[in-house]
RNA sequence: UUGACCGUAGCUCAGUUGGUUAGAGCGCCGGGUUGUGGUCCCGGAGGUCGGGGGUUCAAAUCCCCUCGGUCAACCCA
């Protein structure tokens, strides 16, 4: 950082081509699979009154701690979206559509964390909610969209873990047996974990922390509250993953940091992030969540996955690379730059990528920066050329020395850009 | 919010126990005779050593604060 006093604030960041158009890719990778699914998109404001986050869980820490509220001039409570399920369940309750109501989104969302590796204060994710069904199949339909995304994008080394939170009593009781269970060895957690416990006792069951695994070994398992309902309805989630062959590990300790989760619950893990933050995405079912939004009693289910993080993940496992930014024509003009201008304009309109030099630089450094760009062909226009009405084509994939003429030609100014848009169909046909 | 490590040109980094005009590679710009790229050679621009304060005759090198990054806990995408 030389002189530069002003930065993007901390846990931001600016994503520059090629990266951004990465980004963009991927995000129009998901919306293909999801539109193939039958979702629509939902964009939504990125702020909301505050009350639509509060209603999802004061003791959630996205909620209580994690937030970026603020007063409007016209001292409106607002908060910045902390994540997007909240914000579309009250579009929902807003507009009421007609459910089944199958939607997708994308953008960013702000925590107030400290950032590091796969964490920012602002960060993108996408994903996909399915309202109005309580239908175990709808849950299957949901983590095959997000399975079946994470595959598309070349990710092998993700691993799929599912668990049930039962229904709204189960998960009561539940709550209740571990809290006495952990009461009964308090000594034996660590000083943090005492204070999760006070806090939300289910939060220890994923604790880190060695001396909480110790006692987390021997909690009571989740699937003795389980109501016969939920019990089943996870059993047919199961068996429908199943028939699709995709693999989905049980995982008993699992439980999500949002509290709207009620039975289903899942996370996509990758292997091949080293480090804390190895979870790409999650969600599961949220039954109770819009009538807590003061909306008719709706089920609904969904998830989302963290932009940042899945292209970590395929940085990891080498896929889903840039997208080429190479240009097909450069045009090298040093006649004062004017034809230049009016050359690249025409071959933009037939639909080339053409770029061109500024500030009437030498044919030499042109020709660098040509051959820089990646540019398939250069086009020549020198005082010569200017005068015969024509224009040198050099292809400048040749294998030929650096300054000799060869794969040059002369051609008629007039009729170079359709020879180029010819040229280039012909490549394109034959390697795709 | 807690702890650890780190912060030198656009990028990756060197800078001996504090001592004269702070270096390299890559990148960028220009040149290697008349209008031509990818190799090679030469040259140039670019840094108030993250910022502020302090110790000292003297600090990029020591101390404090602050901002930022990385890693971990917490939490989560």
Known sequence: MSSVSLQAPRGTRDILAPDSARLRALTQAFAAESELAGYGQVVSPMFEQIEVFRRVGEETDIVSKEMYHFRDPGDRHLALRPELTASVARAFVQHRPPVPWKVWYEGPQFRYEKPQAGRFRQFNQVGAELFGSDDPQADVEVIALAWRFCVALGLRRVRLVVNSLGDRADREAYLAALAGYFGGRADELSAQGRV?????????????????????????????????????????????????????????????????????????????????????????????????????????????????????????????????????????????????????????????????????????????????????????????????????????????????????????????????????????????
């Not at 699992?254 to 804390?276: K, Q």
């Not at 008629?412 to 850009?417: D, E, H, N, S, Y």
Request: proline share 5%.
């Open 196 to 432: 999760t416990l006070a806090r939300n006792p289910l939060r220890l069951l994923d604790s880190k922390r060695p001396e909480d695994r110790a006692v987390v070994a021997g909690a009571p398992p989740i699937d003795e509250f389980w109501s016969p309902a939920a019990a089943a309805h996870f059993a047919a989630v199961r068996a429908g993953l199943d028939a699709l062959d995709i693999p989905a590990d049980r995982q008993r300790l699992l439980v999500r940091g949002l509290d709207y989760y009620r039975r289903t619950a899942f996370e996509l893990v990758s292997d091949a992030l080293d480090g804390a933050q190895d979870a790409v995405g999650g969600g599961g079912r949220y039954d109770g969540l819009v009538a807590d939004l003061g909306g008719p009693e709706t089920a609904g289910v969904g998830f989302a996955l963290g932009v940042d993080r899945l292209l970590l993940a395929c940085d990891a496992e080498d896929v889903f690379a840039a997208p080429p930014a190479a240009a097909d024509v450069y045009v090298v003009d040093v006649t004062g730059g004017a034809e230049a201008t009016l050359l690249a304009e025409e071959l933009r309109r037939a639909g080339l990528r053409a770029e061109r030099a500024f500030g009437g630089r030498s044919m030499k450094a042109q020709m660098k920066s040509a051959d820089r760009s990646g540019a398939r062909w250069a086009v020549l226009v020198g005082p010569d050329e200017l005068a015969d009405g024509a224009v040198s084509l050099r292809d400048m994939r040749g294998t030929q020395a650096a300054g000799g003429t060869a794969g040059q030609s002369r051609h008629p100014r007039a009729g170079i850009v359709a020879e180029l848009v010819a040229r280039l169909a012909a490549e394109k046909g034959k390697t795709p």
